[in-house]
């Protein structure tokens, strides 16, 4: 008894501090070009023949290499991004070889249509360890959004086989300003398979934009997905290695207005718990998981409402749709997280959440 009521009061710190430490994010402007079906970076032509819509996506290839050993044209990530030039119109590849990349990298919002790609997860990595509670250039507290190891402020940003992470120590808990972001996705129309996001508190701040991630790993502790996105989840690995308590996804949707909110299709859901799977961070929060696999390490009643005062039980939207192992019936374990019918599942279980039909190719998806 006395140690549950201590896991409760540890947990409702972690939500306190959560709660302030959330800072209002930054949202950068969207450019709604459409881009062709093709999103290869090696295709010769726009295929403008092929469709009818008018192409105003990039024109032309850049290919640069990276190397940390000193084999590429750069030698560091942002070396790379820095030589690309200011309102790119060109599809531009960053090959970067096996290694760790021990810097912290910004693609700005001037620079679209840029491809991280590595020579696997397991082999290219780029980290650095950033604390929300750390003290920024002008000594201010960076604050959670500005921990993240690799920030994309562009649209088009696309990354495959490659990891991000941040390895500050996970925080004990109690810990205030320990959240260490791996990754910040900010632009609009991003795109990433095979990816890998290593990091304990807010792993991977899904902040804003159409996002699809596929066959991705995504490992955490607390909160290890957030932010206001509106991103599809496919086939991905989420891992918990929360030691008391955790959570996989806070989704920060405000209005009803807004179409973000958090699919997730097809995943697999493995590591330590207990673990919560979703937690209403915004008042009209949006998740949903379908075809999805849970370890035995769901956490009774399998949700949060975040703060237990703004009744956003009412107001959210979480659900489930033919999910199955062993943890899967916690998942169902409040009455405001239900099982849905199709009618209500289906617009999260296909890559038109994100309208992906206009940006994802079908061997993509
Ligand atoms: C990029 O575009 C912006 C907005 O159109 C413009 O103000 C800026 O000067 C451009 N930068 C360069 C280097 O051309
Ligand atoms: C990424 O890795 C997978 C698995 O190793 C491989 O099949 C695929 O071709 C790689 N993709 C790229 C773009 O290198
Ligand atoms: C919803 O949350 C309120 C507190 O905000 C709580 O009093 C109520 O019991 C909850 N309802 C359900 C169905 O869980």
């Known amino acids: 008894m006395s140690s549950l009521s201590r896991i409760s009061f540890f947990y409702l710190f972690f939500v306190l501090t959560l709660a302030l430490l959330h800072a209002p994010c930054l949202v950068t402007s969207s450019i709604y070009r459409y881009r062709s079906n093709s999103v290869a ?18 024109v032309g290839h850049l290919v640069v290499t990276v190397d940390v050993k000193g084999d590429g044209g750069f030698q560091s990530v942002q070396a790379a991004v820095d030589a690309v030039p200011e309102n790119n119109t060109k599809n531009v590849l960053i090959l970067i070889s096996a290694g760790y990349y021990i810097e912290k990298v910004v693609v700005p919002a001037t620079k679209p249509y840029i491809t991280f790609q590595g020579a696997g997860r397991d082999v290219t990595i780029i980290e650095w360890h950033d604390r929300a509670c750390d003290p920024g250039p002008n000594g201010e507290l960076l604050r959670t959004y500005r921990t993240a190891s690799v920030t994309v402020f562009a649209n088009y940003f696309s990354a495959r086989n490659i990891s991000f992470k941040n390895t500050a120590p996970a925080p004990m808990p109690g810990m205030q300003g320990w959240q ?10 991003a795109y990433f398979s095979g990816c890998g996001f290593y990091g304990a508190q807010d792993t991977l701040c899904d902040d804003a934009g159409r996002h699809y991630f596929k066959e991705c790993y995504i490992e955490g502790s607390i909160d290890f997905i957030f932010g206001n996105g509106r991103s599809m989840y496919k086939d991905c690995e989420l891992h918990s290695i929360a030691t008391r308590f955790g959570s996989i996804a806070a989704q920060d949707r405000n209005s009803l207005d807004e179409k973000t909110g958090f699919a997730f299709v097809g995943c697999r859901v493995t590591g330590t718990g207990p673990l919560y799977v979703g937690r209403a961070m915004g008042q009209y929060s949006r998740i949903v998981y ?8 769901v956490a009774h009643g399998g949700w949060d409402d975040w703060d237990h005062v703004h009744n956003k039980n009412k107001t959210v939207f979480f659900g489930v749709f033919k999910c199955w192992g062993p943890g899967a019936e916690a998942v169902r374990g409040v009455s405001w997280a239900r099982e849905l019918e199709y009618d209500l599942a289906h617009k999260f279980l296909a890559k038109s959440f994100v309208n992906g039909r206009h940006w994802i190719s079908p061997a993509d998806a």
């Open 41 to 58: 970076h090696d295709t010769a032509s726009t295929n403008s023949a092929k469709h009818h819509h008018k192409w105003v996506g990039p």
């Open 180 to 189: 260490a972001a791996a990754f910040r996705i900010s632009g609009d129309k």
């Open 290 to 297: 379908s075809y999805t696999y849970f370890d035995d390490v």
